[in-house]
């Protein structure tokens, strides 16, 4: 086998076939779509996030737009599900508060028409259990500290969690209660 070394395709001094070296300009959309999907290969993103990332690499908002509702269309952009799956999975594995699940997800850039169903899921008895699962599960570790130094940390990672003052206040007494020891009243 035999390489034609004047054969513009093997030279590495031309660039897609011109003599110049010069890339063609780009077709902007096809630039979105394929920062889009590199975004979405890497994990779920929301428009607004994917919308952000267009932005910041240059992209035209008019070819950006094309290549959202394109995406939104055939559904590999769905802010209802992300918000959905997003819940579903801080509040498991972090254990956050509806109020802190509201905010991530408002800096994602998720409207309250999208996030609000996911949201509506996480009622006060269930921010009520995961308040009290966290602290049941840290209280052992308290163990042996003052009472004051127990519940101001007990109560700061409740707090840490977008949980409220008063939720954390009663949530923490009852397990300190039940693990034998009154809360800090200067505390709750």
């Known amino acids: 086998m035999t390489f034609d070394r004047d054969s513009t395709?093997?030279?590495?001094?031309?660039?897609?076939?011109?003599?110049?070296?010069?890339?063609?300009?780009?077709?902007?959309?096809?630039?979105?779509?394929?920062?889009?999907?590199?975004?979405?290969?890497?994990?779920?993103k929301t428009r607004s996030q994917l919308a952000t990332a267009l932005a910041k690499k240059r992209v035209p908002q008019e070819a950006a737009q094309v290549v959202l509702d394109r995406l939104t269309e055939v559904g590999?952009?769905?802010?209802?599900?992300?918000?959905?799956?997003?819940?579903?999975?801080?509040?498991?594995?972090?254990?956050?508060?509806?109020?802190?699940?509201?905010?991530?997800?408002?800096?994602?850039?998720?409207?309250?028409?999208?996030?609000?169903?996911?949201?509506?899921?996480v009622d006060e008895e269930s921010d009520e259990r995961t308040a009290r699962a966290l602290v049941e599960k840290k209280v052992g570790a308290t163990r042996g500290l003052a009472p004051t130094v127990r519940t101001r940390r007990l109560i700061g990672l409740l707090a840490r969690k977008g949980y409220?003052?008063?939720?954390?206040?009663?949530?923490?007494?009852?397990?300190?209660?039940?693990?034998?020891?009154?809360?800090?009243?200067?505390?709750?």
Do not use: M, Y
Request: aromatic content about 2%.
């Open 9 to 44: 395709d093997r030279d590495p001094s031309v660039a897609h076939g011109r003599p110049d070296g010069e890339e063609p300009p780009a077709d902007p959309v096809e630039v979105a779509r394929i920062i889009c999907l590199r975004q979405l290969t890497a994990a779920p």
């Open 76 to 121: 590999l952009i769905d802010d209802a599900a992300f918000a959905q799956t997003w819940v579903e999975s801080r509040r498991r594995d972090r254990g956050l508060s509806r109020r802190a699940l509201a905010h991530e997800l408002r800096q994602r850039g998720v409207a309250v028409d999208d996030a609000k169903p996911a949201l509506d899921l």
């Open 164 to 188: 409220s003052p008063q939720l954390a206040s009663r949530v923490v007494r009852e397990v300190l209660e039940a693990d034998g020891e009154a809360a800090s009243e200067d505390e709750t």
